[in-house]
């Protein structure tokens, strides 16, 4: 019987150095794919920096590994605690047989003792052994979280993906319409332009014969003094007859011009520089080029021209086409000016 039990204790000795070893495998295996894990949660958060909403929801995820992390951390070092008093456990327990077969070789008096010894001894094993199979499970329970923290990081990486190329997608999309876009305002003002030639060319031949009726540029220029009385804004009978030939021309081309091109005929008031007397109609040659603007502009409306095809801008003296304070650079920068354009 005492040599049965001794080849019991003798495998129970052998099993428990392979159980130390394959656990230790196995935490440090959990360890490793840890470190891998972490590894790969840096790498997918440089690349997701960008995306803030699922680096939002990401964070999140990595903080929770983390306390997993810390979780398992501490039930590692529990399990190693735990490896680390059974083994001292079983020293504990091997000199105690050692001294049980010593007083079973002394005498068969001492034998009842050293099988009570040996019941209890092997009791506090076996409740040890229950304590690793429960320090197993936590560890299998670590795993199953790990892994369906992966399976969760998979699916925002996947997510991440998905919408890089919706973004991809729709930067394509914008870079398309903006290219398009810009042909069709290409065509629109080339249009214009021909549009705005041939009004021009049309003024050309009805008012030829003026000398103080000119074209600057893009602009069709009338002086001040063939429509209006010095320091006011009262159409003279010749400034009238004028803007009509102006909106009959106008009329003409209007029905041409298509109505998807947003256009507008700005009319502009300038002055000379010299300053209005005080006490008088304006209080200053804002007012002036202003009011001389809006009679141009209400008058066009009353021949027919469509008012919202019509805008008035005055401008004072701040604006001049001719430079110097003589008397014929000034009559210059006193003009009314026409100039088609797209609104």
């Given at each position: 019987?005492?040599?049965?039990?001794?080849?019991?204790?003798?495998?129970?000795?052998?099993?428990?150095?392979?159980?130390?070893?394959?656990?230790?495998?196995?935490?440090?295996?959990?360890?490793?794919?840890?470190?891998?894990?972490?590894?790969?949660?840096?790498?997918?958060?440089?690349?997701?920096?960008?995306?803030?909403?699922?680096?939002?929801?990401?964070?999140?995820?990595?903080?929770?590994?983390?306390?997993?992390?810390?979780?398992?951390?501490?039930?590692?070092?529990?399990?190693?605690?735990?490896?680390?008093?059974?083994?001292?456990?079983?020293?504990?327990?091997?000199?105690?047989?050692?001294?049980?077969?010593?007083?079973?070789?002394?005498?068969?008096?001492?034998?009842?003792?050293?099988?009570?010894?040996?019941?209890?001894?092997?009791?506090?094993?076996?409740?040890?052994?229950?304590?690793?199979?429960?320090?197993?499970?936590?560890?299998?329970?670590?795993?199953?979280?790990?892994?369906?923290?992966?399976a969760q990081l998979a699916a925002v990486e996947?997510?991440?993906?998905?919408?890089?190329?919706?973004?991809?997608?729709?930067?394509?999309?914008?870079?398309?319409?903006?290219?398009?876009?810009?042909?069709?305002?290409?065509?629109?003002?080339?249009?214009?332009?021909?549009?705005?030639?041939?009004?021009?060319?049309?003024?050309?031949?009805i008012l030829s014969d003026r000398e103080n009726?000119?074209?600057?540029?893009?602009?069709?220029?009338?002086?001040?003094?063939?429509?209006?009385?010095?320091?006011?804004?009262?159409?003279?009978?010749?400034?009238?007859?004028?803007?009509?030939?102006?909106?009959?021309?106008?009329?003409?081309?209007?029905?041409?011009?298509?109505?998807?091109?947003?256009?507008?005929?700005?009319?502009?008031?300038?002055?000379?520089?010299?300053?209005?007397?005080?006490?008088?109609?304006?209080?200053?040659?804002?007012?002036?080029?202003?009011?001389?603007?809006?009679?141009?502009?209400?008058?066009?409306?009353?021949?027919?021209?469509?008012?919202?095809?019509?805008?008035?801008?005055?401008?004072?003296?701040?604006?001049?086409?001719?430079?110097?304070?003589?008397?014929?650079?000034?009559?210059?920068?006193?003009?009314?000016?026409?100039?088609?354009?797209?609104?």
């Open positions: 019987m005492a040599l049965a039990r001794n080849r019991r204790s003798n495998r129970g000795v052998d099993y428990w150095p392979g159980f130390v070893d394959a656990l230790s495998t196995l935490l440090l295996a959990i360890m490793f794919l840890l470190t891998v894990f972490v590894i790969a949660q840096f790498v997918l958060t440089r690349e997701i920096s960008g995306k803030d909403e699922v680096l939002n929801r990401l964070n999140s995820q990595i903080a929770e590994l983390t306390q997993l992390l810390a979780l398992e951390k501490s039930n590692s070092q529990d399990a190693n605690d735990l490896i680390a008093s059974l083994q001292a456990s079983l020293a504990t327990a091997e000199e105690a047989k050692s001294r049980l077969q010593a007083l079973l070789d002394q005498g068969s008096g001492a034998s009842e003792a050293a099988n009570a010894q040996i019941g209890s001894l092997t009791q506090d094993l076996e409740e040890e052994r229950q304590l690793s199979a429960k320090a197993q499970n936590q560890i299998a329970l670590l795993n199953q979280q790990i892994s369906a923290l992966r996947e997510a991440l993906q998905i919408s890089e190329a919706k973004d991809d997608a729709s930067q394509a999309r914008i870079a398309d319409l903006g290219r398009r876009l810009n042909v069709a305002l290409a065509q629109k003002v080339q249009e214009l332009n021909r549009y705005r030639s041939d009004f021009f060319g049309r003024l050309r031949q009726i000119r074209i600057v540029g893009d602009r069709f220029v009338f002086q001040s003094e063939v429509l209006f009385p010095s320091g006011s804004d009262e159409l003279n009978d010749a400034g009238k007859t004028e803007l009509s030939k102006l909106a009959d021309a106008l009329l003409e081309i209007v029905p041409e011009i298509p109505d998807d091109i947003n256009w507008v005929l700005r009319v502009d008031g300038h002055t000379d520089n010299v300053p209005i007397r005080s006490g008088g109609q304006f209080a200053d040659n804002w007012e002036l080029s202003s009011a001389r603007a809006d009679a141009v502009v209400r008058y066009l409306v009353s021949e027919g021209v469509p008012p919202n095809r019509l805008v008035a801008a005055g401008f004072a003296e701040y604006q001049p086409i001719a430079e110097g304070d003589s008397p014929e650079a000034r009559a210059q920068n006193r003009r009314i000016e026409f100039k088609l354009t797209e609104r």
